[in-house]
């Protein structure tokens, strides 16, 4: 049974910087791309970040330049580096990936920039 876990949430100041995981277990999550969502209450889940199996990545236009996404195949972990962090990043993020059989979607860790 797969599984995905996010951890590295927290709570940072305007500016500062956090850095996310996502372990997979039972997934070879480097044959598969992957992606970093982020959700608001009362919001739509969006798209914050993506990567392929083969390392292109893309990002949404409100992260660009402060956001980088990465995997690392031997630990099965995506990371979502973030800098620079505005008010507006605060959320819960939720990694996800898909294989030929099913999406799988991590339970969320919860990201707050306040000052």
């Known amino acids: 049974q797969g599984q995905l876990v996010e951890s590295g949430g927290g709570l940072v100041q305007p500016g500062g910087s956090l850095r996310l995981s996502c372990a997979a277990s039972?997934?070879?999550?480097?044959?598969?791309?992957m992606g970093w969502y982020r959700q608001v209450p009362g919001k739509q889940r969006e798209l914050v970040a993506t990567?392929?199996?083969?390392?292109?990545?893309n990002y949404a236009d409100s992260v660009k330049g402060r956001f980088t996404i990465s995997r690392d195949a031997a630990k099965n972990t995506a990371y979502l580096q973030m800098n620079s962090l505005q008010l507006e990043d605060t959320a819960v993020y939720y990694c996800?990936?898909?294989?030929?059989?099913?999406?799988?979607w991590g339970q969320g860790t919860q990201v707050t920039v306040s000052s």
């Open positions: 039972g997934i070879i999550f480097a044959i598969y791309s």
């Open positions: 990567i392929t199996s083969g390392g292109s990545t």
């Open positions: 996800q990936t898909s294989t030929p059989f099913r999406d799988y």
